[in-house]
């Protein structure tokens, strides 16, 4: 590749990148050098390992190297850990499209340490340290940044920030640096100050003109200015806009050096409304009567909020009642129950007061519908049909399935004790066969990708085999922002009020931004990756994920039972299989839907010692329902073993006390003492589903347990 860079414009580095079989660039420098010096760009994203940052990135020149460490956001993932800070006026992050909406619902594991001199830092994480730099070199552009994942359906990060970087960099070839930008987006009424500052990379001395266009209906506002500028000379390019209504305008920057255009590109501006109240979601079902809504003030409101207050209300027929917020900040969120309300369609008004003049108000519509066909208690409980059910499920990669792979998957599944399968809908009538075949086992049905434009969802949104519907699987790797995760759900739920959608999200660092938007919560923890065998994790992101909905929403978990012969991920043993599924249930899942049947690279039935553990397990889950429903959002959760390998929780259901403990690691831990909460000093207990009772004393249990062990206690109060 190094010898063939004069034949590209760009190069990028994508995730783990230079990370198998790493290579040391420094032997190819002068080559990568030039390149840039050209003109060229190279971003390097996943910027965490040393074949990134130290072999390829500080291999073409050893000011460029930098390293990396864990961040705080990862290894203690909070809202305030999560926080980024983005530099204010740097282009790379808004010229010609604003990044930070498209970076901020990601997450990092991993910063950037050690960066020398000559960078730009334009993201900084809570830590303090650098997730994204840049900074020129000739004429070209390097960026480094250990942002990961850019790739997905909606490639608005990754196309953004391409976008950008070589718009600088072609600004930098045609004679003009951009130096730095203040151009919010978001105006006040009248005079705006704004501001370009550039600098002249050619050899003459030659005139710029930066001009701002703000059109609204009819009407356009102008501002304009030119500076001249001096070989090399570098300057602050004023503007004064300004903006007579509210509302949303059509602005256009154009940029000039000389009489040569450079840069011509459409800027969306507005001007902020007083008050604007949105509900969370445009759908709200009376299984859970409350309306979240959102409210937002103007900028220029933050030196009044104490003589301020909004009032919300859904208006409809009848009305609901009015409540109160008395603002603290430009942000808010408050519930509103409409429990006392009938089904219908109604408006969220919100009015804002200053003492008791009306200053405005804002009106947005919602739903509000009856009880649907597949809906959930205040225990986050399923109910399909007025009848509790717990999810029993199992992912197949359906996509080139053909009909007779599909429908065997749901023979198989029914046969091996699942009730429910998570499936790819492609052909239309295949797909009605396949969901006749699981009413008819008893299998409930998850079509995969379907959204509010898919003719599936028309179509079989009556089929009383559909459970849920999964609009996207890891909209977190696909790029996908948490708030259009929810607007999706919202267009879904116009065609079908009666199925709940159901959201996987990978990365347990964006748990908390992802959590509010959707119906079914959901993570997937693999953590048998390249020989490692950290399956505590799944208790971990397990527990991140009930922390995240906040007991609020159903969790349905995805434990890992698959590998790869070419990796990362290896195919766990059956008593890794039963603690990780275990591990789940302890830390509160409501269902689990384990991947995979079948996804072409591996195939269950491939493997009939995971197979029959499989078998085993749907059938203790059963066993176990009456537990898992209503009692368990109660459970009382405790560790044993040393550094708490295991975890372990106790259920009470009526005068049964259930204890459930999985050992999480491979060691022999031998006699372990658990302390239960709620047990009696010198009760019984039976060990299901091992045929044999131990006594208790004192409250606690001592018990063996081997590798990966996993013992369920029934204790009769």
Request: proline share 6%; with cysteine; net charge positive.
């Given at each position: 590749m190094s010898a063939r860079l004069g034949e590209f414009d760009l190069v990028v580095g994508g995730g783990v990148s230079n990370l198998d079989h790493p290579q040391d660039f420094s032997p190819y420098a002068a080559q990568w050098q030039a390149f840039l010096k050209r003109g060229g760009v190279v971003i390097a994203t996943d910027a965490s390992y040393?074949?990134?940052?130290?072999?390829?990135?500080?291999?073409?020149?050893?000011?460029?190297?930098?390293?990396?460490?864990?961040?705080?956001?990862?290894?203690?993932?909070?809202?305030?850990?999560?926080?980024?800070?983005f530099a204010e006026g740097d282009p790379l992050l808004s010229i010609p499209h604003p990044l930070e909406p498209d970076l901020t619902p990601k997450?990092?594991?991993?910063?950037?340490?050690?960066?020398?001199?000559?960078?730009?830092?334009?993201?900084t994480c809570h830590d303090g340290k650098p997730l994204l730099i840049h900074r020129p070199y000739g004429q070209g552009l390097v960026v480094v940044t250990s942002y990961f994942r850019f790739s997905g359906s909606s490639g608005g990060a990754a196309t953004h920030l391409l976008q950008n970087a070589l718009t600088l960099a072609r600004l930098q070839q045609r004679g003009l640096g951009l130096r730095a930008v203040s151009l919010p987006t978001q105006l006040a009424l009248g005079d705006n100050t704004l501001s370009l500052t550039v600098a002249n990379t050619g050899a003459e001395a030659t005139p710029v003109t930066v001009r701002l266009d703000a059109k609204q209906g009819d009407r356009t506002a102008t501002a304009e200015s030119a500076t001249p500028l001096a070989a090399g000379q570098e300057a602050t390019v004023p503007l004064t806009l300004r903006l007579s209504a509210r509302g949303a305008y059509e602005g256009t920057l154009t940029l000039k050096r000389g009489e040569e255009t450079l840069l011509t590109l459409p800027r969306p501006l507005s001007v902020p409304e007083l008050v604007v109240a949105r509900p969370a979601r445009r759908h709200v079902f009376a299984d859970r009567p409350q309306m979240i809504a959102n409210v937002t003030l103007a900028p220029e409101l933050r030196d009044k909020l104490a003589q301020l207050r909004v009032t919300l209300q859904p208006v409809g027929t009848p009305s609901g009642e009015t409540v109160t917020l008395r603002p603290t900040a430009l942000e808010a969120t408050r519930e509103l129950s409409v429990a006392k309300l009938p089904a219908g369609p109604y408006e969220l008004l919100a009015t804002l007061h200053e003492g008791d003049r009306k200053l405005a108000d804002w009106r947005a519509p919602f739903t509000l519908h009856p009880r649907p066909q597949v809906y959930f208690n205040d225990r986050n409980v399923c109910f399909v049909d007025d009848k509790p059910f717990f999810p029993i499920a199992m992912y197949h990669v359906a996509w080139r399935a053909t009909k007779e792979q599909m429908l065997q998957c749901v023979e198989d599944l029914a046969a091996m004790g699942f009730n429910a399968v998570h499936t790819s809908c492609t052909n239309l009538d295949n797909f009605q066969e396949v969901l006749d075949r699981a009413q008819a086992r008893g299998l409930k049905v998850i079509p995969e990708g379907i959204g509010a434009k898919s003719p599936a969802l028309a179509r079989f949104k009556d089929h009383p085999a559909i459970l849920a519907w999964n609009s996207g699987d890891e909209p977190d790797c696909a790029n996908v922002a948490p708030e259009q995760v929810g607007a999706n759900i919202d267009a879904v739920r116009d065609t079908d009020a009666t199925?709940?959608?159901y959201t996987t999200v990978a990365?347990?660092?964006?748990?908390?931004?992802?959590?509010?938007?959707v119906d079914v919560f959901s993570n997937d923890p693999y953590p048998l990756t390249r020989g490692k065998t950290n399956t505590i994790a799944v208790a971990l992101q397990?527990?991140?994920?009930?922390?995240?909905?906040?007991?609020?929403?159903?969790?349905?978990?995805?434990?890992?039972?698959?590998?790869?012969p070419d990796g990362p991920w290896d195919v766990p043993t059956p008593a890794q299989e039963r603690s990780m599924s275990y591990q789940?249930?302890?830390?509160?899942?409501?269902?689990?839907?384990?991947?995979?049947?079948?996804?072409?690279?591996?195939?269950l039935m491939d493997h009939p010692e995971l197979a029959a553990m499989m078998r085993r397990l749907t059938g203790e889950v059963r066993t176990l329902t009456p537990f898992l429903l209503d009692p368990a959002y109660d459970a009382a959760r405790f560790q044993a073993g040393p550094e708490?390998?295991?975890?372990?929780?106790?259920?009470?259901?009526?005068?049964?006390?259930?204890?459930?403990a999985a050992h999480t690691n491979e060691k022999d831990l031998g006699a372990q003492e658990l302390t239960v909460p709620g047990l009696p000093a010198g009760a019984a207990a039976e060990v299901m589903f091992e045929q044999r009772r131990i006594d208790t004393a004192g409250g606690k249990i001592t018990d063996t347990f081997g590798p990966y062990a996993v013992h369920v206690y029934r204790v009769r109060l």
């Open positions: 040393g074949g990134i940052n130290g072999q390829w990135i500080g291999g073409i020149d050893p000011a460029l190297r930098t390293t990396s460490a864990i961040c705080s956001a990862h290894s203690k993932p909070s809202a305030e850990t999560l926080a980024v800070k997450s990092c594991w991993a910063h950037l340490d050690n960066v020398g001199e000559g960078w730009t830092t334009a993201v199925h709940p959608l990365n347990p660092g964006v748990l908390l931004r992802y959590a509010p938007h397990t527990a991140q994920a009930r922390e995240a909905v906040q007991h609020r929403k159903p969790l349905w978990m995805v434990p890992q039972c698959f590998g790869y789940a249930l302890i830390e509160g899942a409501n269902g689990l839907n384990w991947y995979v049947y079948d996804d072409v690279k591996f195939k708490g390998c295991i975890r372990a929780c106790a259920i009470k259901d009526g005068n049964t006390l259930l204890i459930m």
